[in-house]
């Protein structure tokens, strides 16, 4: 949805979107701040995820699912919450839940605990019989290192076992995981990564703001990007098709790039420092 033209701006898809995405963090949103989210920047939001652990916690539940499904909008439980089941050996009760709940979408994850990957394509396999499923690779823990074939070998298998996306860890934070500590990303990594797995299968996770314009400039407008803030659907819109200052020449024709014009301004500034 645009309000009014404007040319050189990239086009995006349409929802429902297979490429494109933007996966919403909802970390504990009351009905009223969904109402609100979705009055505000619905239209650009692809799938929303209770973050981590929260649907256990979160007053209302039912009334928040039904809310974004009469939105259209898909919504899933975290997958540190089906952690939580597995290493209790409470999967059937998991199961059990996602019926409960009418869910048509989870997250399969093992950043918090450790099991043989072959186990957790088994899970995947299992629920992807019942759902749509989304899977996450990478560990949460700062220093776990995964040599980037090990990433694409994971990431190859998920797809293989049944997988709609596959997500690149990064946590909340964005500093683990296809991030340095500083938070900037592991170009050696991706690199590698998307010269082996199709881009469109791949949500990556992007918290901040430098990270959202990285993978942009890298993937264009139609990129995934998860982990985006409730409050950041709009500005996250913006940078996708170049209305921000990070990503303002991305699809710009050189022609329109006016280099006279910017040495006036520029000695125009020169002038007044002078007076």
């Not at 881009?199 to 990285?214: F, G, L, N």
């Not at 803030?229 to 921000?244: C, K, M, N, Y």
């Amino acid at each position: 949805m645009r309000n009014f033209e404007l040319t050189h701006l990239p086009k995006r898809t349409e929802k429902p979107r297979q490429s494109g995405l933007t996966m919403v963090m909802d970390k504990g949103l009351s009905i009223r701040e969904c109402e609100n989210m979705v009055d505000g920047s619905g239209e650009y939001i692809d799938i929303v995820k209770l973050g981590f652990g929260t649907s256990l916690v979160t007053p209302n539940l039912e009334r928040k699912l039904a809310f974004f499904k009469e939105c259209k909008i898909p919504v899933y439980f975290g997958g540190t919450l089906l952690e939580a089941y597995i290493v209790r050996g409470q999967f059937d009760d998991y199961l059990r839940l996602m019926d409960r709940y009418k869910m048509e979408y989870c997250e399969v994850s093992d950043g918090s605990i450790t099991m043989p990957h072959q186990e957790k394509c088994h899970y995947i396999h299992r629920l992807s019989k019942r759902v749509t499923v989304i899977s996450e690779v990478g560990s949460k823990e700062e220093g776990i290192l995964i040599r980037p074939n090990k990433w694409i070998e994971m990431m190859q298998a998920e797809l293989d076992a049944g997988v709609w996306k596959v997500i690149a860890e990064a946590r909340e934070s964005g500093t683990v995981g296809i991030y340095r500590p500083n938070g900037k990303a592991h170009v050696v990594l991706i690199n590698k990564i998307v010269a082996k797995i199709p881009a469109d299968k791949i949500i990556w996770e992007t918290p901040q703001k430098s990270q959202q314009a990285y993978f942009i400039k890298y993937f264009g407008a139609n990129v995934n990007l998860g982990n985006i803030a409730t409050s950041d659907v709009i500005a996250l819109e913006t940078l996708r098709i170049g209305l921000r200052s990070d990503t303002f020449f991305q699809y710009l024709d050189k022609s329109l790039h006016n280099p006279n014009f910017i040495e006036v301004i520029d000695q125009e500034k020169s002038n007044t420092v002078k007076a």
